[in-house]
């Protein structure tokens, strides 16, 4: 996963700077029944590590100490959002209403839940988008387009967050020929028309964004 910091324009479709604070790339830390049951064991890891940040975030901006005997209220002063390509975790957490959140396998139901209670208590929003349009694709494929995909984010900075009503996969998209990746979640980065043509370039390096938490 990664762990990235943005402006609230992301959730909105538009394309901004990222800047990416924490990630990792390793092995499920339990052996899995199925691949719904790693991807429900990584997305507790990364949200596990995005409370942290979000923590540790509102503790440099507050003048005050943080209560950590209210860790949730804390965490609930940065927005955080987790991202997610597997539909069926996203089902599971954002859309399903059964106490087992649809899932066969017990264990990864107890965790998927867990997951989803944290996301309540800390108003975390989850969001769904195909694995080509994920920035922590290149951790996990080792395939041309996820490099490629992987290699466009960490030099340009840029993304933008695809948002799909219909949850067509990027299997399906690619069969379907529609666009080109690069070009829907990378390229052509939005600059302020407030920033002068001779400035664009020092404002595109700079560190610049407003708190604000997700994870891939």
Not at 14 to 22: H, K, Q, T
Not at 145 to 171: H, M
Request: charged share 25%.
């Amino acid at each position: 996963f990664l762990v990235c910091t943005s402006t609230p324009e992301l959730l909105k479709g538009e394309r901004r700077a990222v800047n990416v604070i924490s990630h990792c790339s390793s092995k499920a830390p339990r052996v899995a029944r199925s691949s719904l049951a790693v991807e429900v064991q990584g997305m507790s890891g990364a949200q596990e590590e995005m409370n942290y940040c979000r923590a540790v975030w509102a503790d440099l901006v507050n003048k005050n100490p943080i209560d950590l005997k209210n860790y949730n209220n804390v965490i609930k002063n940065v927005s955080g959002t987790l991202v997610t390509d597997c539909r069926g975790l996203y089902d599971s957490v954002a859309r399903s209403m059964s106490s087992a959140g649809g899932l066969a396998d017990l264990r990864s139901a107890v965790e998927a839940a867990s997951i989803k209670q944290e996301a309540a208590w800390t108003d975390t929003v989850v969001r769904w988008c195909h694995s080509e349009a994920m920035p922590a694709y290149a951790l996990t494929n080792i395939s041309e387009v996820a490099l490629q995909v992987g290699l466009d984010f960490v030099t340009r900075g840029y993304w933008r967050l695809v948002s799909d009503p219909d949850f067509v996969s990027a299997k399906k998209r690619k069969h379907a020929k529609v666009g080109d990746i690069l070009d829907d979640v990378i390229r052509e980065p939005v600059i302020p028309e407030w920033i002068d043509s001779d400035d664009e370039h020092n404002w595109q390096n700079e560190f610049h964004e407003e708190p604000g938490f997700s994870t891939t």
